[in-house]
């Protein structure tokens, strides 16, 4: 049975004053004694703030049921690297998780599946858990290379793993057309994908590893459409953007998977 996770990716918003805030809010809604104990039970929650407002969550977050992720990182311990943050300095600021590969970072800064293999070794390698994020561009939907393409990311980035990455790994399945541009794959188109992403799985690592990564759909994921996407028997989460920078919606969101799952 795998814990669908929801993840707020903040992106480039927020200092660590605004993170702060943030924390103390969402934790207050999740005071109420019978929320803690059901979101606790049927939903992982998760922020990834930028670098700079990392620390200031995690310490505000920290020994409560939400945890904190990095958005990227550079896949060595150290080193003269500028403008770069190893695995082994998020996980000493307090992150569990990070993202690896979003569409942002392959489109704007350049990042090939080479160097994303590579930070997903890095994060394995210092504990922490990769988001890996793939997904097509519309023109390659309306070719019908969405399947292929998808699965390729995932073979690229995952090329040299063995099975046991399956005990850590989430995949985010982000068709580019739809993240932040408030245009979302239907759950139906969306689970129809991450079932071909999981049988890719099932192929490369064996069904019962398969069944054990949690996959999530990101793109305008907001606390209308959430169920919707959860309700799907592949997908076991979601990567939340511009609805994931409110506390309010964000907890708006929890509270619908984790009765969807009750
Ligand atoms: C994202 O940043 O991964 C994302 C899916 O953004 P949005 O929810 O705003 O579309």
């Known amino acids: 049975m795998r814990k669908p996770i929801l993840a707020a990716n903040w992106k480039m918003y927020k200092t660590a004053a605004e993170a702060k805030e943030f924390a103390d809010q969402l934790l207050s809604y999740l005071q109420e004694q019978s929320s803690q104990y059901l979101l606790q039970e049927q939903v992982e929650i998760l922020v990834c703030p930028p670098f700079t407002a990392l620390p200031a969550f995690a310490a505000a977050t920290k020994g409560t049921a939400v945890a904190t992720g990095g958005q990227n990182l550079y896949p060595r311990k150290e080193g003269a690297f500028t403008g770069e943050v190893s695995p082994l300095m998020l996980k000493a600021e307090g ?7 979003h569409s942002e970072r392959r489109q704007i800064l350049g990042e090939t599946d080479e160097l994303l293999n590579e930070k997903i070794k890095a994060a394995l390698e210092y504990g922490l858990k990769p988001i890996l994020c793939v997904g097509e561009t519309l023109e390659q939907r309306r070719r019908g290379e969405t ?9 690229a980035a995952l090329s040299g793993l063995g099975p046991e990455v399956c005990d850590t790994l989430v995949v985010a399945y982000e068709p580019i057309w739809a993240i932040g541009t408030g245009e979302s794959a239907s759950p139906q188109d969306a689970q129809e994908t991450i079932a071909l992403l999981r049988q890719w799985l099932a192929e490369t690592y064996g069904p019962d590893e398969a069944a054990k990564v949690r996959i999530q759909y990101g793109g305008s994921v907001k606390p209308e ?10 997908i076991d989460g979601a990567l939340i953007g511009g609805a994931g920078l409110q506390a309010a919606s964000f907890w708006q969101m929890l509270q619908a998977v984790a009765a969807l799952k009750a």
Not at 95 to 101: E, F, H, L, M, Q
């Open 95 to 101: 992150a569990s998780y990070v993202i690896i590969g």
């Open 147 to 155: 399947a292929a393409f998808c699965r390729g990311q995932l073979a």
């Open 225 to 234: 459409n959430v169920a919707g996407y959860l309700a799907m028997p592949d």
